[in-house]
């Protein structure tokens, strides 16, 4: 077992043990660190997706540990978004801001401005496919809300909603600051195509 790489990992902020990510020295490519077993590192990409592992005593890895090529840290990604077009089933594109280097499995996580939120339920509507799951109400210049189904009662045989409240939030964009809303990125599968 590679000692002087184990105690890079080690960590007291986490009740596993070790640190939450690895990353190439810019803290660029972010790693999740899953655990460390069996002279092992588990690690997914961030934002999920198959687990991988690598040997504590390979070669490469442990120069590239030793070169600072690679280092470990507690320190989650700063957040780098990017404007692009997003789309979603068959609805129509809207523009908004991905988050780069983070997906949701697999899926674009997404930020986007109050016009294209208005403009998403225009389309959603058109395409068919809107109704309150799927429409966000515009409660304010900083507030929406959209229904959400959280169970489902057998004994009336119909589903339960609730209503899910989003905030805006500002986000950096190229240094700019910009009022966006998130459009449920952790639920919906978000699409993105260069401008």
Not at 4 to 22: D, P
Not at 27 to 56: C, P, Q
Not at 110 to 134: A, C, M, R, W, Y
Not at 141 to 152: G, H, S
Request: with cysteine; charged share 30%; aromatic share 10%.
């Amino acid at each position: 077992m590679n000692k002087n790489i184990i105690e890079k990992i080690k960590s007291t902020k986490n009740k596993n043990g070790v640190k939450s990510y690895f990353c190439l020295p810019d803290f660029s490519a972010y790693n999740s660190i899953s655990e460390v077993k069996d002279n092992r590192l588990f690690f997914t990409a961030m934002g999920g997706g198959f687990v991988h592992s690598i040997d504590l005593d390979n070669p490469k890895f442990v120069r590239d540990v030793k070169e600072s090529k690679i280092i470990f840290t507690d320190q989650p990604p700063k957040p780098i978004y990017k404007k692009v077009k997003l789309s979603i089933d068959s609805i129509g594109e809207i523009i908004g801001y991905s988050l780069q280097e983070r997906k949701w499995n697999g899926w674009s996580i997404v930020q986007v401005e109050l016009d294209q939120v208005k403009k998403f339920n225009e389309l959603s509507v058109k395409s068919g496919l809107g109704d309150h799951t799927t429409v966000f109400k515009v409660v304010d210049d900083d507030t929406l809300t959209i229904e959400e189904e959280i169970d489902f009662n057998e004994e009336t045989q119909s589903t339960v909603y609730e209503s899910k409240i989003i905030k805006s939030e500002l986000i950096e964009v190229e240094g700019k600051k910009v009022k966006t809303f998130d459009l449920n990125s952790y639920n919906w599968c978000w699409s993105e195509e260069e401008l």
